[in-house]
């Protein structure tokens, strides 16, 4: 696929690299003598603990602590691994030529394993995969994940997912577009029309158009999930990990999203006017000619000039009155921990806008058997969970699609470890005041880790991959308009658009 793997070597290579690539061994190379046999044996035992070292990255050396109890700053730049330099890649249709169908990208990931006070060596159940180009075989494609796992086994299912997930779509994605270029040159045989030349290369395979993208994408979650149920070394009764995703594809960016991931698009509201790294943009004064307001579902406005959070997934939680009716149809019980326990009654649990409200209590609602006080899982769905898939917790992704377009600025891909006590726009914020994306990484790691300290005694794991994009493609303000709105759960607010000289107020 053109793709570096970005925490984890794949597992199946340890064999491979020691008989020198090759999956078996042939007549001529089978070992005869004990001292061959012993020099493999080392060679072996050697592989496995260099891999052994490379997928854990854990010490079991005490952590030095605060007199707090909190890690030293030293013990936590131990727990942090990811990108060293920010780097670039351009997607989009790249076979028209033309400049603004091009998305210029540069980015960068970064994780911080959690500190637990009693277990502070527990894995890192956090994963991240990028590949910034010649995704499923096209070179303006690019495909971004991040995966959060949980319960006994959460980093073996974070791992699977990694490993898998991008495979299985990337094969899908060719397949389909090898079987639309295939009908298309049997038409021009058809029509006896002269074929381009290489034209069963895949840089002249069509596209898949919207529909046909998401479609893939749903499909290689559910494969993916059934593998991992499927795979003996794969322990997912209790265990799984949440999947969020964006692929770009034709100009067009698709966010897949199963659990409680999050990913927030940083929109620059007159997108159209201005030019220049988010964090320069905030240096410039905006005319007041053309200016644009952007106003949401709520009644609430945008300036010209501002950048807003629009978030491109919903948490799948039982906090979502969809979700819980959709589970409870299922055969689930919703139940907070105090309600399980008696101390609250039993009642309908009353949503928060997840993303605009940040969750204190720290009783959130769980998904429950209806015989049964287990698993509790705080999310409604995920790749993997087994036993909590018989109520509804299933793998099946949630869409949305969005052509890149000259507002969007900033995208942010992230575990709860990061949105659990930052708000969707602080994060974008913060985002904006970098010059570069791995810097906005370091800030994010170190607000939520902040944030962290401030509420529990326990940090989770941390996982952020952030996206400077740069658009020529003039912006849709109704399509952001609907997005934005969507997420709100309110009917759609048309966007009003002015060029008044000195006010910011809505014609009527």
């Known amino acids: 696929m053109g793709c570096t793997q970005s925490k984890h070597e794949d597992e199946i290579s340890v064999t491979e690299r020691v008989m020198g690539g090759r999956r078996g061994i042939d007549k001529t190379e089978r070992i005869h003598s004990r001292s061959e046999k012993e020099k493999l044996a080392a060679k ?61 990208i540069r980015y960068a990931a970064l994780t911080q394993r959690g500190y637990y006070p009693d277990d502070p060596h527990k894995e890192n159940q956090d994963d991240y995969f990028i590949c910034g180009s010649k995704f499923g075989a096209g070179d303006g494609d690019a495909f971004f994940a991040v995966f959060d796992g949980h319960g006994d086994r959460g980093h073996d299912c974070a791992r699977f997912a990694k490993n898998r997930l991008p495979p299985i779509l990337a094969a899908k994605i060719k397949k389909q577009r090898a079987a639309l270029n295939a009908k298309k040159i049997k038409a021009m045989t ?19 158009d919207e529909k046909q993208y998401e479609d893939v994408c749903r499909q290689a979650h559910i494969q993916c999930n059934n593998e991992m149920h499927d795979d003996k070394n794969i322990k997912d009764f209790l265990s799984g990990t949440t999947a969020i995703s964006v692929g770009f594809h034709a100009g067009r960016m698709t966010v897949s999203n199963v659990g409680d991931s999050r990913a927030v698009l940083g929109y620059r509201v007159g997108g159209d006017d201005l030019q220049g790294t ?127 377009t000259k ?52 940090t989770d794991d941390i996982t952020v991959i952030v996206l400077f994009l740069k658009s020529g493609k003039a912006d849709d303000v109704a399509e952001v308009t609907r997005i934005l709105n969507l997420s709100q759960k309110k009917p759609s607010m048309p966007l009003k658009t002015m060029a008044s000289s000195s006010t910011h107020q809505l014609q009527t």
């Open 407 to 458: 507002g969007d600025e900033i995208l942010v891909i992230a575990s709860d470890g990061v949105f659990e006590f930052l708000t969707n726009q602080r994060m974008i914020d913060i985002c904006a005041e970098c010059e570069d994306p791995l810097h906005a990484c370091t800030k994010l790691l170190e607000a939520s880790y902040e944030q962290w300290l401030n509420y529990e005694l326990r």
């Open 190 to 208: 058809e029509n006896k029309e002269q074929k381009p030349a290489n034209a069963f290369h895949p840089s002249n395979w069509p596209y898949l």
């Open 278 to 404: 988010p964090a320069e943009e905030e240096k410039k004064e905006i005319s007041s000619e053309g200016d644009i307001e952007f106003v949401d579902a709520t009644g609430v406005k945008y300036e010209s000039g501002s950048i807003i959070a629009i978030p491109l997934s919903d948490d799948q939680t039982p906090y979502r009155k969809d979700e819980r009716i959709r589970l409870e149809k299922a055969g689930a019980r919703i139940l907070t921990i105090d309600q399980l326990e008696g101390r609250k009654p039993i009642k309908d649990v009353e949503g928060l806008n997840l993303g605009v409200d940040i969750d204190t209590d720290g009783d959130m609602p769980r998904v429950y058997l209806k015989e049964h006080n287990y698993p509790g899982t705080a999310f409604s769905r995920s790749l993997g969970d087994a036993v909590a898939e018989g109520v509804g917790v299933n793998g099946e992704p949630e869409l949305l699609t969005k052509k890149v």
């Open 44 to 104: 072996r035992a050697k592989a496995l603990a260099q891999a052994s070292a490379e997928n854990n990255d854990t010490d079991e050396t005490p952590p030095k602590l605060t007199e707090t109890g909190h890690l030293v700053a030293e013990e936590v730049a131990k727990r942090i691994k990811g990108s060293v330099e920010s780097k670039e890649t351009i997607v989009g249709d790249v076979k028209s030529g033309i400049d603004e169908d091009l998305i210029h």
